[in-house]
């Protein structure tokens, strides 16, 4: 198998990072936002508000993250209208409660009163992917113009008590057939189960227009010298999820009226043998409906219909709260919520 490809490297891709070093770098990350901002054509307003948010999300680096720290400043762009997003990745302890951050609007030294709740309200969209002693990314996108809502990600994950390298694996990408993911479990724990989740889910993300039985038959092959995985990967659109999976990952959507249970088909992604065809199933979305995929580090008594406050809250809340009321102290842990 390759040399594991940190969760931090993974998050920055091929961006141009800034490294937060200092308060000289805060101010590079703002700059770079607004170059970024007139080649797009956000206004004065639409540009002010993402630089508060860069700024932020920066300073956050300086005063609690550990190790590396980046911020990734790119142009992107969604159904003809163009925007800019703000990557903030470290390598961190990962945010411990995220749930608290977001409920409040702190003003401690260093901080420009902003906080995470002002950051979720000023960027037209918000995602988070919070590691338990890896690290953290927060994605902030602005558009020219915002007309509909895009479907929110938070992911949080923790390892086997005791170890820093979680086995379990996840990563999402936004393309123009809609929202790309995939959840992978590596056989065991730690670093070399961590290779085979981080191989499989990183074969789905880099062929994100493939077809999904396709890519699960590829990550297969593609896994086939390490301990092997479990999986559930998707494209998620509009009005529908389109739902593949191989072993003990399961997804559930929850809506007003309804719960769907998704799993995949008994078997390994690269075990010896014949493949054996994923399960694959195209679920109707409601907007507001919530889709939460996890990992078996996760109870299975797991049931959040009859939690709608929860299921209102931001996806890093829910997934946050999965973790700590359902997450087994025997395992790696590791929830994707998409809303």
């Given amino acids: 198998m390759e040399e594991l490809l940190s969760s931090f490297d993974a998050w920055l891709g091929d961006g141009e990072p800034i490294p937060v070093i200092d308060a000289a770098s805060v101010a590079l990350a703002r700059e770079r936002v607004r170059e970024e901002a007139a080649r797009v ?33 790119r142009t992107v762009a969604r159904d003809g209208q163009e925007g800019v997003e703000v990557v903030a990745a470290d390598e961190g302890d990962g945010i411990v409660d995220v749930a608290r951050a977001l409920e409040a609007h702190p003003k401690g030294q260093g901080s420009l009163g902003v906080g995470l709740a002002a950051a979720n309200e000023l960027a037209d969209e918000l995602d988070f992917d919070v590691r338990r002693g890896e690290g953290t990314c927060i994605r902030a996108r602005k558009f020219r113009s915002y007309t509909t809502r895009c479907r929110r990600v938070g992911i949080y994950g923790r390892p086997y008590p005791g170890e820093r390298t979680s086995g379990d694996d996840a990563a999402f990408a936004r393309g123009t057939g809609g929202l790309m993911f995939a959840v992978a479990d590596g056989l065991g724990h730690g670093e070399l189960a961590r290779q085979a989740s981080s191989r499989a889910v990183n074969l789905v993300l880099g062929n994100a227009d493939g077809a999904l039985e396709g890519l699960m038959s590829d990550a297969h092959g593609a896994l086939q010298e390490s301990r092997g995985a479990v999986m559930v990967a998707g494209r998620v659109g509009p009005d529908q999820a389109e739902l593949v999976g191989i072993g003990n990952v399961t997804a559930y959507v929850y809506g007003l009226q309804r719960t769907k249970r998704f799993t995949g088909t008994s078997f390994v992604v690269g075990a010896r043998g014949e493949h054996r065809r994923p399960a694959a199933e195209s679920v109707q979305l409601d907007s507001r409906d919530v889709l939460v995929v996890y990992s078996d580090g996760i109870r299975s008594g797991l049931d959040l219909s009859g939690d709608p406050d929860l299921l209102r809250e931001h996806p890093i809340v829910v997934a946050q709260r999965i973790v700590e009321r359902f997450g087994r102290a025997d395992d790696d842990a590791l929830v994707m919520v998409i809303a």
Avoid: K, M, P, Y
């Avoid at 993250?65 to 980046?70: K, L, T």
């Fill in 41 to 73: 054509g956000l206004d004065v307003v639409q540009t002010a508000s993402l630089v508060n948010v860069a700024s932020e999300l920066a300073q956050n680096q300086l005063v609690h993250a550990r190790g590396r720290r980046a911020v990734v400043v």
